[in-house]
């Protein structure tokens, strides 16, 4: 926040109390920040302090972290011969000790948001210069810029004490450095995480004409790359610091921009559909708010900062936790100083703070990042397999949608789906009455690994029955098969946001035609008038449950899967090896997978129905979504002989 140098603009359209009394606030940050290394607390033996090990990023790892380190100004005041490097360093040490696999955190690359000292005074860089120094000696990738209380005016002021320190000679090692601009006050940096390339703007506090034109060229330049643009003043939080811990109101919507703010969202931001994320600090408390851009996507804007902590925030540390597997960014906050530090003689306001756990501070961001980054970089599509690639040895029945009618039309009652395994087990359309025409419709929807690019969309459920399905005819072989030696059975599925567990529970992905009880089966949880073998979704959260009469016993075994989220795709597979039987969801075996002997499926010779359930010999249920590839092996399969198999 400016005391000395800077603009006394607040987020746009508020005038917070903070803002007003921002000199009181750095005094007391001052007086805070005074104390001598001598009189600094101790740290406990053994801790990180010590040393700082090796930095070893996880460039493939798709878990990794950004750090970021907001304004660290009360730390270095030379002009007033009070400078605390060791919440820096300590810091600093953190960062590196928790790179790769130490530490579970894979931190790749730290970006610092600006406001690097209290007064531009060159003891006070020769100080920041000394503690970079740690991160540059172990070859740490990270970036920096200048704040208001760095530097005046706009990026056109020339050679500073920040420039000489910090400017882009000290990145002329650094495998991650792309390059500055003509003034030096603002740079680019390409690191490297999950199995990718990564894109970060460090952008002066104020940037001339030509300085933007330079950002927008090096966005343009690397068109494929996500980007996360740091710069010292962007937004600011539209609530008070009065009261701790804040009373922020939505944390979601905390944000709002400043007048700078808003030229960058307006002159770079929106137009540039790279830059997903983000990050300054100049103001506080922390805040955060998403904004749409020119293109309809996301962009998430951040504000942290907390030089109006304890001990001017300490160094601490923003970790912003990506994990592109769970598509989610885990984002917390610490004191990297104040934790290495023995908790037994920590006072109390540094135990307050060694970590921040409120809404503002600790939060998780779902992004899609495949989907996010897909307009400029377009996520592969796996090509359409041949049914010939997926005949494995065994293959009792094959049926897929990608020959049949265009999108969105209709499949008429006798109309026939070929089986593609060439064994004659073809599916005939069936309908109950009063049935809508479009109550069944091919669709090019599909699961992104499924080897056809096509579906089934089922319009069914009951309240009263209605819909359509399919089925086997009355001599097909499959209704004769016993399995003794085992199979395999998949289907790609998604149900509908219009799901009801009234209306579309119980409903059959695929079923064996004939009552338990004419198959001579009783015992314990026997129902004698269900189907013989039936893969469900129940009306309970949509679980995927196969309920089986085996030849092996007079009662069913019964496998149960967690529940589905709607408007997913999932690939579902029960595999039984001759005796027992396992369910796959997206390839992972579900928690529910009994071990009772479980040999064949009996039969009465009746047909198999797709999009069907029975109940006392009569239809009770019709599928209600998306039924994709469906698959039968007459034996066990690994999962990499799913269909979903790479």
């Known amino acids: 926040m400016s005391v000395h140098h800077g603009d006394s603009s607040s987020p746009a359209g508020h005038n917070r109390r903070d803002f007003l009394r921002s000199a009181a606030l750095a005094g007391a940050g001052a007086a805070a920040a005074g104390p001598l290394a001598s009189a600094l607390p101790a740290f406990a033996s053994g801790t990180e302090s010590e040393k700082a090990g090796k930095w070893r990023p996880d460039p493939t790892s798709r878990q990794f972290t950004l750090a970021v380190m907001p304004d660290t100004q009360f730390l270095y005041w030379g002009s007033q011969n009070s400078i605390n490097r060791e919440p820096q360093e300590e810091s600093f040490r953190y960062i590196i000790n928790n790179s790769g696999d130490a530490g579970g955190n894979n931190i790749v690359f730290m970006a610092h948001l600006g406001d690097l000292t209290e007064d531009a005074d060159a003891t006070s860089f020769a100080e920041v210069g000394r503690a970079f120094d740690l991160l540059d000696k172990s070859g740490v990738a990270y970036s920096v810029l200048a704040g208001n209380h760095d530097v005046s005016g706009d990026d056109s002021r020339g ?31 390409i690191f490297e995480a999950a199995g990718q390339q990564w894109l970060l703007l460090a952008l002066d506090w104020r940037m001339t004409a030509q300085s933007f034109a330079w950002a927008d060229k090096v966005i343009k330049d690397h068109p494929k790359l996500p980007v996360i643009l740091t710069t010292h003043d962007l937004v600011g939080s539209p609530y008070d610091d009065n009261v701790y811990p804040y009373e922020a109101g939505d944390p979601e919507n905390n944000a709002v921009f400043s007048g700078y703010g808003q030229q960058i969202w307006d002159e770079l931001i929106t137009t540039n559909d790279q830059v997903f994320l983000t990050l300054n600090g100049h103001y506080w408390p922390p805040g955060r708010m998403t904004k749409q851009n020119a293109a309809g996507h996301d962009v998430h804007l951040h504000i942290t900062n907390y030089q109006n902590r304890y001990f001017g925030g300490a160094a601490m540390l923003r970790l912003y936790h990506f994990d592109l597997d ?22 109390a306001l540094a135990t307050e703070q060694a970590r921040l756990t ?19 970089r377009p996520v592969p599509v796996r090509a359409v397999r041949p049914a010939s690639k997926v005949l494995v040895p065994g293959t009792l029945a094959y049926w897929r949608f990608d020959n049949g009618g265009p999108d969105g039309s209709p499949l008429t009652a006798g109309q026939t789906i070929r089986d593609l395994s060439g064994h004659g087990n073809d599916l005939t359309v069936a309908t109950t009455p009063g049935t809508a025409a479009d109550a069944l419709t091919w669709t090019n929807d ?67 035609r ?47 899967g967690h529940g589905l989220f709607e408007q997913v795709w999932w690939h579902i ?24 002997l479980s040999i064949g499926i ?28 469906v698959r039968i092996v007459n034996r066990a399969l690994s999962t990499q002989d799913f269909l979903t198999g790479k």
């Open 602 to 629: 009996a039969t009465l010779g009746l047909p198999w129905l797709l999009g069907g359930h029975e109940y006392n010999g009569a239809v009770d249920q019709i599928f209600h979504g998306w039924i994709g590839d």
């Open 446 to 512: 599909h699961h992104p690994d499924q080897p056809a690019h096509a579906s089934l969309r089922f319009v069914g459920g009951k309240n009263p029955l209605h819909g359509a399905y399919l089925t086997t005819s009355a001599k097909a072989p499959l209704n004769a098969e016993t399995f003794g030696k085992g199979y395999t059975i998949e289907a790609f599925i998604k149900i509908p946001l219009d799901w009801d567990a009234g209306n579309n529970g119980w409903m059959s992905i695929l079923s064996r």
């Open 573 to 596: 597979a029960v595999v039984n090896d001759g005796r027992h039987t396992r369910m796959y969801v997206e390839s992972s075996p579900v928690a529910d997978n009994p071990s009772t």
């Open 159 to 189: 050679s500073t004490p920040y420039l000489t320190t910090m400017g882009p000679q000290r990145f002329e090692h650094s495998k991650t450095f792309a390059g500055s601009d003509p003034t030096g006050y603002n740079t680019a940096h």
């Open 358 to 376: 409120t809404a503002v501070d600790m939060f998780s961001m779902t992004i899609d990042f495949q989907e996010r980054f897909a307009g400029f």
């Open 514 to 560: 004939g009552k338990a009880s004419d198959a001579g089966k009783s015992g314990k949880n026997t129902d004698p008038d269900e189907p013989i073998s039936a893969l469900n979704l129940s009306n309970n959260g949509r679980e995927p449950q196969f309920n089986t009469y085996p030849l092996s016993q007079t009662y069913p075994t019964t496998n149960w």
């Open 326 to 347: 769970r598509n989610t960014i885990d984002v917390e906050t610490v004191a990297p100083w104040i934790l290495a530090q023995d908790p037994e003689k920590r006072t």
